[in-house]
């Protein structure tokens, strides 16, 4: 059986930082296109950070305050998310597209996905 299990999400402040991570069972994340969204309330999952199944990081991705890696020992994916802002905030969801060896991937919650975690809250509040 598959399962995304996020964890790391919790209530900071402006400014804070945060580690989020996706631990995968059932699958390898080597296989797999990993990406995070972000659900803010009333809104749709929007796409905040993605990794290839070939480690490649697609340049819209590359932001100044989020990282994303991938560690295939632990087949775990980290969101690190620095110098935070109330706009952060939301359910932060990581999900998995099956495709190994391929530099895609998903723009938008419904590019395909086969496998999505249940989520993980991160509010930014003073």
């Known amino acids: 059986q598959v399962q995304l299990v996020e964890s790391g999400g919790d209530l900071v402040q402006p400014g804070d930082s945060l580690r989020l991570s996706c631990r995968a069972s059932g699958l390898t994340v080597e296989d797999y296109a990993v990406a995070w969204f972000r659900q803010a309330p009333g809104m749709d999952r929007k796409i905040v950070s993605c990794?290839?199944?070939?480690?490649?990081i697609p340049y819209d991705f590359q932001r100044a305050r989020f990282s994303i890696a991938r560690d295939t020992s632990k087949n775990t994916v980290y969101l690190q998310m620095n110098n935070l802002t109330p706009e952060d905030t939301g359910v932060y969801f990581c999900a998995a597209v099956y495709g190994p060896g391929s530099n895609w991937c998903p723009s938008t919650a419904r590019d395909g996905i086969d496998y999505w975690g249940t989520g993980t809250q991160v509010t930014v509040s003073s």
């Open positions: 990794i290839s199944s070939a480690a490649i």
